[in-house]
């Protein structure tokens, strides 16, 4: 047997493989669903974030940071932005252009950074650029990620101080009971609570475009807001405050990311139709229906939004807004879950323990430690800012940075692999930076007033992550440097005549054409060596899914050694063993409790490498290698079958 083998499928592995391949069409190709219901699963995971920014968005425009004065030029102006601003970043960047770069299915950050294929040419300085921008377009998104459980579930609550004004000083307790509450059910999994995510959020957005009809008949005048010259004419009559309001503007558009983020899930023509028949039409005429209030009677400006509810319907839309809220924080909160385990797939993290929830859908899992993070985050948040519109000038410029980068990133995806047209590349990237930088400006003028906050937390993720990457590396070059050719290593074994002993032994090792320090620390410990010999190597290629047939490599190298590479797209939860159990059609049956897996456990020691990291990173990475969870946890890997030997290496 030689070369690399193609994979033959045992009655196990053909299980495996029917089970996968449901697991894909669970969450990537869900077209075969009947329209009504793919239309409500896309209402509930998709449109959460977008479709709660009506409680706070408008409100802050006329009581945020900088306020403008309740007129009617204000009002129409202020509509008009709001507009103009789904219908440009929403509409038309992301629904139209940026959906459109995937990467086998999958979208977001990520996918676009496995797009530009950022393990090559590392050497040029732009290949390097683009790859330090996507990490931190990632590192943004954490960020917003904290801030909008907060911020969501904050603004729902607060309509309690209409219905009830003497319960304002329980906002902030029922608040941060309800996000413990949100945040304890996480380990149970979306299976459950994400049957109910559709229809509840149906009923969101129906009410919310009734709720808008009710406001409009009062001033139908307000619908003139749809020209464009009203926001023109907003910006010349209040100058530099016209600007500096932008900010709040731009909350509207908060939740835009997560409809690229999550393409892998519905395809892009099913959000798309959702959105356009359905999500776009509810949130301007809610909007439009709050602006009519306002001009109708300016004493609303508190809560808009929920002055828009007869009296009898005020406690059944806070209800509803609260469960409208807890659907969007539940949407984020698996979304960074997702986003640390492609992050950890693609080397920018450390390893952390990945607990997976269903046995049909492979995306739904919980992290433990990613999930306590931003539950003592969020309720942080809550308790140092105690009201939305303290957050709001947090909110923005998390989401800002990341809509920016994505724009940049999708130039360079359009130019490289879409094989766009210069012309076209260029005025997709002037147009929608524009509007990017135009509502950073705003956005960056709030640091002061919390807008530091996703910037300190980006930049923190930002430091652990090319830190990780980087120490990685180095870690990966010196052992390099110590370590024997295999082939070398094989020859040496046959010239010395090394005894060996029953049983098979698997080193899990990343270098292909090296013996693994392991093994070699081994053999002149204890000189002996098993009889057969496995080096597996796992691969996480910059694809979100590989299929079965592409799965394993087996190569026979020489005196009882084998090579297995196993190759696993960025989304995806290694298992070893059950990989293993192909072998036997391949040539090399295995008896899998009996198997011995070797681990080189490395003790790092910081400062010891003349040409690596500051000191302060080689003790960062060298903390986070110390509490990263252990190699067989993270490829399942039978604790009671594995030995592990230690290897001090400085770095």
Known sequence: MKGPMPVKSTEEHGRNAQLEAQERAATTTPHSQPLSILALTVLGVVYGDIGTSPIYALRECFTGKHPVPITQGNVLGILSLVSWTLILVISLKYMTYVLRADNRGEGGTFALLALLRPKQDQARRLRRALMLLGILGASMLYGGAMITPAISVLSAVEGLQLAAPALHRYVVPITVLILVLLFSVQRRGTAVVGAVFGPVMLIWFAVLALLGLRGILQAPEVLLALNPWYAVRFFAHNGVTGYLVLYAVFLVATGGEALYADLGHFGRQPIRRVWFSFVLPALLLNYFGQGALLLDEAGHSLHPFFHLAPVWGLYPLIILATAATCIASQAVITGAYSLTRQAMQLGLFPRLTVAQTSAQARGQIYMPAVNSVLMIAAIGLVLAFRSSGNLAAAYGVAVNSTMAITTVL??????????????????????????????????????????????????????????????????????????????????????????????????????????????????????????????????????????????????????????????????????????????????????????????????????????????????????????????????????????????????
């Open 410 to 651: 999708a130039f360079n995806v359009a130019r490289e692999r879409g094989h766009w047209r210069l012309r076209s590349t260029l005025a997709f990237l002037v147009v929608f930076l524009a509007i990017d930088l135009g509502f950073m400006g705003s956005n960056l003028l709030t640091i002061p007033d919390g807008g530091w906050l996703p910037l300190v937390i980006g930049a923190a993720l930002f430091a652990v992550m090319t830190t990780w990457r980087r120490g990685a590396t180095l870690l990966a070059e010196q052992i390099a440097s110590s370590t024997t050719n295999l082939a070398t290593f094989i020859g040496r074994l046959k010239g010395e005549q090394i005894p060996r002993i029953p049983g098979t032994a698997i080193f899990v090792t990343g270098r292909l054409e090296q013996a693994p320090p392991s093994l070699q620390k081994l053999v002149r410990h204890t000189g002996v060596v098993y009889e057969t010999v496995i080096l597996l190597t796992v691969i996480i290629e910059p694809v979100p899914a590989t299929s079965v047939d592409e799965r394993i490599e087996l190569t026979q190298v020489d005196a009882g050694f084998y090579r297995i590479v196993l190759r696993y797209g960025f989304m995806q939860t290694p298992n070893i063993p059950s990989e293993l159990s192909a072998c036997a059609e391949l040539g090399l049956p295995l008896e899998l409790d009996q198997l011995h897996y070797i681990i080189g456990q490395v003790d790092l020691l910081a400062g010891r490498k003349r040409h690596g990291m500051v000191l302060w990173r080689d003790k960062l990475f060298v903390w986070m290698a110390r509490n990263t969870q252990e190699v067989t946890a993270n490829y399942q890997i039978p604790a009671d079958q594995v030995m592990t030997v230690g290897l001090q290496v400085g770095i």
